[in-house]
């Protein structure tokens, strides 16, 4: 479908009466259940199913179930705009989250964007998010509150603004619907899933279909790692002994719920999804790829992506093809048979066809725009991955977003191209673009074309300080 098209047929579904239609209960009986399963920062080489050293059954039983893709990309290299990202099918800058969001900034998921979460709640579901939140702030100085999990959708939430304080032990700052729950005893990912699962066993034996949405804090700093896992890799680097224990700890509260999701016999009709946020701060998580967390390379975009569906997925399969985050949405609307969010450009495409081994077309190339990043923009079509930067593009990775840096990403031009074979070349080092100025001229008019209409709908953030 061409852009024109899909802005045309969106437009039809903004039409009176088009909107969330009713559903009815009978419908409702037949909608999959869906959970989300999202670590921090782990990188793509971090699972055993994906190749690492650390043991994951766990997860790894869910690609044996399920799909794994190969060629799977979060939405942004951190956490708040791949989140974005991920809620709306949307490319974040659209949506005005440009950076992770730092301490005190005005910067949020606005309350018009529409997320998955309040799709489905509008078609029946129950919701409920459960982890890392990172998509606004609760406890800014200035007393201000951003929306809630509960502005975006969710019934139901348990959840850290941001990174699970001081550590992922005994974590001091959750909270539960919009209530300070004080000092925790345990491991952040223990407490998620546990609380996860309290909600699902009220699920159990009701008609309404559930989305369970689980945002783990680990393998994101500060890490801690329960003694016994770290004991048993006394062989490695106090460190790495540490990291490895973390991934493992992880792993075992996937376990947890997805036993929960079997005792309960709702496994046969739930989707559960697993990937991280981003690449990995650790450069080894990133394996082969170029560079890591916070960088449009590879290594900070290309992560796990694993769908269990039983009777529909066909189990052990693994899929090539490209795709990611922003998929997400279009493709739990087409599954669920929900509208595309009315007025909304939507960059991803459903993947329902990959799940089902079917022919699939992209309506648009997966695309990325990170304005701290070099690259700072990227597409992918087929195995040919395009970079572009501006003319400088010098901005500091720690720096919180100011007036200045809204006025740079939305002013900068982007030139200086480079051309890459993915497949032949994973580490990005060969620039083709002078043996291929086809391909190059292609992706280039792609790329530009979906940047200027990302940069012409993202909002201009109020309040923003000017230093
Ligand atoms: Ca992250």
Known sequence: MSLTNKITAISLLSLPGLIFPSCSKENEKNLPNIVILMTDDMGYFDLSCYGSEIQT?????????????TDFYCAAPNCSPSRAGLL???????????????????????????????????????????????????????????????KQGFDYWFAVDNNS????????????????????????????????????????GKEQPFFLNVWFNEPHHKLASPPELIAKHSDLE????????????????????????????????????????????RRTSAGHFRAKKSSLYEGGIRAPGIFKWPGKITAGSVN???????????TICEITEIPLPPGKHIDGTSILPLLNEE????????????????????????????????????RSKSHPIDQTDLDYLKSLKLVKFQLFNIKEDVGQDRDISELMPGKLEELKTEMLSVHKSMISEGPMLEGLISD
């Open 57 to 69: 059954p766990n997860i790894d039983g869910l690609a044996e179930q399920g799909m794994k893709f």
């Open 88 to 150: 709306t099918g949307r490319t974040p800058s659209r949506t005005g989250v440009y950076d992770y969001i730092p301490p005190n900034t005005p910067m949020h998921l606005p309350e018009d964007e529409i997320t998955i979460a309040e799709l489905l709640k509008n078609k029946g579901y129950s919701t409920c998010h459960v982890g890392k939140w990172h998509l606004s702030e609760w406890t800014r100085e200035d007393g201000m509150t951003d929306p809630t999990p509960d």
């Open 165 to 204: 304080s001081p550590s992922h032990m005994d974590p001091v700052n959750f909270q539960r619907m919009g209530e300070k729950v004080g000092p925790l005893k345990g491991y952040s990912c223990q407490l998620v899933a546990e609380e996860g699962i309290k909600w699902l066993k009220k699920m159990e």
């Open 238 to 281: 106090p460190k790495e002994a540490l990291y490895y224990a973390n991934i493992e700890n992880v792993d075992l509260a996937v376990g947890k719920i997805l036993n929960v999701l079997e005792e309960l016999q709702l496994s046969d009709n739930t989707i559960v999804m697993f990937t991280s946020d981003n690449g990995p701060w």
């Open 320 to 330: 090539n093809e490209p795709a990611g985050f922003i998929d997400i949405l279009p």
């Open 359 to 394: 022919e699939f077309v992209r309506d648009q190339s997966l695309f990325w725009f990170f304005y701290k990043s070099s690259p700072t923009a990227v597409i992918r079509k087929g195995d040919y991955i395009l970079t572009a930067d501006p003319v400088e593009n010098y």
